[in-house]
C-alpha cells in the first residue's frame, strides 16, 4: 500500500519551498490544486481540512542556500544521527536547527545528487484524526529519479531508516533499476528510479505528488498560469509538471 503521509519513522507529513516571485507562485499553486467540485485544497494551500501541509514562502536571503526545489520532511527515530550518517555518506548539511543545549531539532539536507530534504523527529499522531479520509489533500506518493538506485537506495535505508523493495522494471519504458522505499512491510511512502540518460527528463529532485480533484483541469490551469506540463501518465493518473520558476512536482487524480 502506497501511504507516505503517516506518523512514524519515515513518514512524511509536510513540504516546503522558499521561492522567488512569491504572489505568482502562490496564485498559481492556488488554482491547479483546487480543481472540481470537491477540492482537496483552499486557496490559501491549508488541505481541505484545513491542515498545513505545503508550506509556499517567499526566497528572502536567508533562504538562498536551499535549493530552488520541494523538501519533503522525512520523520526519523533520530535527527542528530541521520545528519551525520547522511553527511558520512555524501550528502551535505543545509540547516540543521538545534537547541541551546545542542540538542537537534530539525534539519535540511541534500543526498549525494542534490536532492533536498528534511529530517525531523516523530510526529505524533493527533487524538481523534480522520487520517483514514482517502479525500484528504496529502503528500500521496514521492518519487525520485536518479543516475544510480543501488546508491540513492543505501543512502536512504540508512539515514531516514526505510527497507527496500526491488520492483521489476520494463526496458521499454527505459526504466534500469527501481525500489520501492518501505515504512513497513505494508506501508511504502516512496519509489526511487534509475533510468537511461536519454530518458532522464526529470531532475534528481523529490517529486511530490499531490492530489487534485479534476486532473485535466489542473493540467490545463498550468499552462494557462506559465507552468508546464512535462510528460502525463495516463494509466497510472498523474502528470509531472513544472511551475512558473522552474519547480517540478507531480499532480495526481485524486
Request: aromatic letters at 8%.
Amino acid at each position: 500500500m502506497r501511504k507516505p503521509f503517516v506518523h512514524g519513522v519515515g513518514g512524511v507529513l509536510s513540504t516546503d519551498i522558499a521561492v522567488p516571485d512569491h504572489e505568482r507562485e502562490l496564485d498559481f499553486y492556488s488554482k491547479i490544486l483546487t480543481t472540481g467540485d470537491a477540492p482537496f485544497w483552499r486557496d490559501d494551500l491549508m488541505n481541505n481540512l484545513g491542515t498545513p501541509v505545503i508550506g509556499l514562502g517567499a526566497r528572502t536571503p536567508e533562504y538562498n542556500s536551499l535549493p530552488l526545489q520541494w523538501m519533503p520532511h522525512f520523520q526519523v527515530a533520530d535527527v542528530a544521527a541521520s545528519v551525520a550518517c547522511a553527511i558520512d555518506m555524501g550528502g551535505k548539511e543545509l540547516w540543521h536547527s538545534k537547541t541551546d543545549d545542542g540538542q537537534s531539532q530539525w534539519a535540511v539536507l541534500t543526498d549525494q545528487v542534490g536532492a533536498a530534504f528534511g529530517v525531523i523527529p516523530v510526529v505524533p499522531s493527533e487524538s481523534g484524526s480522520t487520517g483514514q479520509n482517502e479525500r484528504l489533500g496529502c503528500i500521496s506518493w514521492l518519487s525520485l529519479t536518479v543516475p544510480d538506485a543501488l546508491s540513492s537506495r543505501d543512502f536512504y535505508q540508512h539515514v531516514v531508516g526505510w527497507t527496500a523493495r526491488s520492483i521489476e522494471t520494463v526496458a521499454s519504458e527505459g526504466d534500469v533499476a527501481k525500489f520501492e522505499m518501505q515504512i513497513d512491510n505494508k506501508t511504502a511512502a516512496a519509489e526511487i528510479s534509475q533510468f537511461c540518460s536519454e530518458q532522464n527528463y526529470i531532475p534528481s529532485v523529490w517529486l511530490i505528488h499531490l492530489p487534485v480533484n479534476d486532473l485535466a483541469e489542473s493540467l490545463r490551469r498550468v499552462s494557462e498560469g506559465g507552468g508546464e506540463v512535462i510528460k502525463e501518465f495516463a494509466e497510472a493518473g498523474y502528470a509531472v509538471v513544472r511551475d512558473p520558476v522552474g519547480v517540478y512536482l507531480a499532480l495526481q487524480a485524486g
